[in-house]
């Protein structure tokens, strides 16, 4: 028999090995596939977004500016997860995902940075100052950890980071990179989808008009048509809308445009309602030391009720709450003003990890009330939003003054923990007008009336002014929805009222890519800093003494082989 000898066996080891590269390779042109080791499956991309990204029909580009040098750590580790993250995307979209990074702070030119830094802004990045500690002295540099995305001649911001209100800038950093997907997935969706669903803004009841409403209608119209509709009692006065949204309306219903807005929910219709309870306003404490809150009547407490909720004839009192500019002193002929928090003005934190939520910076209300769940059959309730755990209510009618700024909150008031400020409703509801009009109507086919509706979806927020925007008064200029002018702080209103519409509407399931939780294990800095002599002698010696012992195991065993 033909005996190989060891340079034959050691040649046809390595011709089979390299047929088996190059067979792999070849296999590999016509099969694609990626393997997700990690725990949590970070590198797996939801169902919405490889929906999405198989139906780009051009290229979606995108220009990132984070780029730079001196990168704080935090900051490049942003930058390295949004390069991966966009390196999945192109796997499944191929060539129509480009990316380029780019240093806004490039030029040594002062005139030119700041050139760079206001087109920027102006196309809608947001700005972070980022303190550095340089020689004993502390400076500021202003990054832009965002991106500008262009898809066939249209472009949109793509905020990256998402600061949250009261965060360590690790912690934003952290959940901003969690949402990494949705923001980048949901900025394509922007662009590429053509058929916009059309969301109606309900006026005729006093509800507020389109000055107080401007900057949500702007960024509203970046992913659906938006229209300002008046029932006024026509059946068909909601006929081809997709949402329904009711903000802040202070007059009565009329039952017709009840019926209409009931008859629109039963055919699969969504609505954003934002319902003040109470009436109360801060123009009138300008005026006298003391106003009232007074119940609202509208004619909508029996229909909310049908739904499975009842807004409360109450004024919720928070500890955690945005301030307002106080009177405290005076220097010469100069009045000195303190931010004093303002407790009718409760910040909301998100706890639950919804979608429409999660990662969500604090929501500013004013003059909010409280909401109570009732039982509803096939109807599943969601608390969104609610006050802190220091909390509590004034039933109606409500004393509200300024004196209440100069005493100390005591905590055995503030006794009542995460009431409910905004509640999702998701179900088949009842008819509020089951069993209660003629057969006339009820059997009208031009009416079409349902007495259950098909499975659809309502968010209510016991208050209007969650999506009013403040207004300059000698100019009519509108300020963003959120921006609170005394604190100059940009609350989380404007991403909530949107998550809440895309909730509502998209039909993909992209919104829920914003639950996703990835466990990002940082290292525990405290602990490294008390054992900083320990880890570093141990980083230094254990190497080599690992590799002294591998040679004295690899000495013994050639011993040992050699000297039998």
């Known amino acids: 028999m033909f005996k190989r000898t060891h340079k034959q066996q050691t040649l046809f080891v390595l011709f089979v090995s390299i047929l088996l590269v190059i067979l792999i390779n070849v296999a590999g042109s016509f099969i694609f596939k990626r393997f997700d080791l990690t725990t949590e499956k970070r590198y797996t991309l939801s169902d919405a977004t490889i929906e999405l990204l198989k139906n780009l029909n051009d290229v979606a580009y995108f220009k990132i500016y984070l780029e730079g040098d001196n990168l704080d750590a935090n900051y490049m580790r942003l930058r390295n997860e949004t390069k991966e993250m966009l390196d999945e995307f192109r796997a499944l979209a191929g060539d129509n995902i480009q990316y380029e990074f780019i240093n806004p702070s490039e030029s040594s030119d002062k005139n030119e940075r700041y050139e760079t830094y206001r087109l920027l802004s102006k196309k809608g990045l947001m700005p972070a100052t980022v303190s550095e500690n340089e020689k004993d002295a502390v400076s500021q540099k202003i990054l832009f950890p965002g991106a500008i995305l262009t898809y066939q001649e249209r472009e949109t911001p793509v905020q990256l980071l998402k600061p949250q209100l009261g965060y360590a800038e690790e912690v934003n950093i952290n959940s901003s990179i969690q949402s990494l997907e949705y923001e980048i997935s949901n900025s394509i969706r922007k662009l590429f989808v053509r058929n916009k669903p059309r969301v109606a803004i309900l006026q005729g009841h006093g ?69 003040d309870p109470i009436y109360a306003n801060m123009d009138s404490l300008r005026d006298k030391p003391v106003m009232f809150g007074l119940p609202l009547e509208i004619n909508l407490d029996d229909q909310l009720f049908k739904y499975g909720v009842r807004l409360n004839a109450n004024l919720a009192m928070d500890i955690q709450a945005a301030p307002i500019p106080m009177i405290t002193g005076s220097v010469g002929n100069q009045n000195q003003r303190t931010l004093i928090p303002w407790y009718f003005f409760p910040l909301s934190f998100p706890l639950s990890k919804h979608p429409i939520v999660n990662n969500l910076n604090a929501v500013k209300f004013d003059f909010v009330s409280t909401i109570d769940t009732v039982n509803s059959n096939n109807i599943k309730k969601t608390v969104l939003l609610t006050t802190s755990k220091y909390s509590r209510t004034l039933n109606s009618p409500v004393r509200i003054s300024l004196e209440v700024l100069k005493q100390e909150p005591q905590e055995k008031q ?47 927020i016991a208050d209007g002014d969650v999506c009013k925007n403040q207004v300059q008064k000698n100019t009519q200029n509108v300020y963003p929805l959120g921006y609170d002018r005394f604190s100059g702080q940009t609350f989380g209103n404007k991403n909530f009222l949107l998550n809440c519409m895309n909730y509502l509407l998209d039909n993909s399931g992209l919104i829920s890519v914003r639950s996703r939780e990835l466990k990002l294990r940082l290292l525990d800095k405290q602990k490294i800093e008390n ?12 190497p080599i003494l690992l590799i002294i012992t591998l040679g004295l195991v690899q000495f013994f065993l050639r011993k040992k082989k050699y000297n039998t």
């Open 207 to 275: 509800e507020l008009n389109e000055i107080w409403l401007r900057d949500f209608i702007k960024s509203l119209e970046e992913y659906y048509e938006v229209s300002l509709n008046i029932i006024n009692g026509n059946f068909k006065g909601l006929q081809n809308k997709d949402a329904l949204i009711i903000a802040q309306p202070d007059s009565m219903f009329s039952e017709k445009d009840k019926f209409v807005i009931d008859q629109f929910i039963m055919h699969g219709g969504k609505v954003l309602w934002m319902i």
């Open 531 to 542: 054992s900083r002599v320990s880890l570093q002698v141990a980083s230094t010696t254990i």
């Open 414 to 460: 503030y006794n009542k923990s995460f009431l409910p400020l905004s509640v999702l409703l998701e179900g088949q509801f009842e008819s509020l007008y089951k069993n209660r009009i003629p057969p006339a109507i009820a059997n009208d086919s031009a009416i079409d009336f349902k007495t259950k509706s098909v499975a659809t979806k309502m968010i209510v």
